[in-house]
């Protein structure tokens, strides 16, 4: 039963990354917890960190080919992350499991608050970072690319939510070539949180496996469904959003109420 349950939460997971684009990541640890029965927050974010790597490794794929991936950008960013991310994961395993779950039950408050507000930006499409930018733009490509990356691995997450606009702040790039430079930080610093806590051994492989497996085939239904809902995609980010922080509110309750 649980290899079954960890199958179909992976595909919710993929269902929805495909559906609106984002944000499935935020509701893998809560589905690990108390759908597929993982009884420790710390290895359902070890767990969990693996699958969403590798779902934002696929969806990098076809925003490359179309050209929508600001390498350098990417790279510096990324690589100030991943120093970032190994010291987030590392801070997490220390904090006991209940607090950590009470504060990702905030953080996906705020995540489904910031959903609801989002706007697509206007930005410059032309922005790269080359010898003679590099002054201007790598300073805050680093400095945002390490503070996203430590609060990434602190929660197990992929933080697309604000390594969205933390390129778009460093950068000005625009709201789409963000998205798709973004994938690289996701893909890396999933890829850095998972390897700690492998090595603390606090990952599940045969449910990973599972979940990944899942999230595959949820992502090609999402996807499909995506396209057929296009002029919808406002109104299920919306619904979706609600939906993240009514699980929110349930984590955090979770978290605090054996600290009461």
């Known amino acids: 039963m649980q290899d079954l349950l960890s199958i179909i939460s992976g595909s919710l997971v993929g269902f929805v990354l495909g559906l609106v684009g984002g ?13 597929v029965g993982i009884g420790s927050p710390h290895l359902a974010i070890g767990t969990s960190a693996i699958a969403v790597s590798l779902s934002a490794a696929a969806n990098l794929v076809n925003h490359a080919r179309n050209g929508m991936v600001k390498w350098p950008c990417a790279v510096s960013f990324s690589a100030a992350g991943i120093a970032g991310a190994w010291a987030g994961s590392t801070i997490a395993m220390k904090v006991p499991g209940q607090n950590l779950l009470a504060l990702f039950g905030v953080l996906m408050l705020i995540v489904g608050t910031v959903m609801l507000l989002k706007k697509d930006a206007e930005g410059n499409p032309d922005i790269r970072l080359t ?6 733009l790598l300073p805050l490509l680093l400095l945002i690319g390490f503070a996203v990356g430590m609060l990434s691995g602190f929660f197990g997450i992929g933080g697309g939510f604000l390594i969205v606009p933390g390129l778009m702040l460093a950068t000005g790039m625009p709201i789409a070539y963000a998205i798709g430079t973004s994938l690289v930080a996701i893909t890396v610093f999933g890829a850095t949180t998972a390897a700690n806590y492998a090595l603390a051994g606090l990952v599940d492989w045969r449910i990973a496996g599972l979940f990944i497996a899942g999230g595959v085939a ?11 809902l296009s002029g919808s995609k406002g109104t299920l980010s919306m619904v979706f959003a609600i939906f993240v922080m009514l699980i929110g509110a349930y984590v955090t309750w979770k978290g605090v109420a054996p600290l009461l």
């Open 23 to 35: 944000g499935g990541s935020i509701i893998a640890v809560p589905l690990l917890l108390y759908v």
């Open 218 to 228: 949820g992502g090609i239904i999402g996807t499909f469904a995506g396209k057929h």
């Open 131 to 136: 010898f003679s930018t590099v002054r201007e």
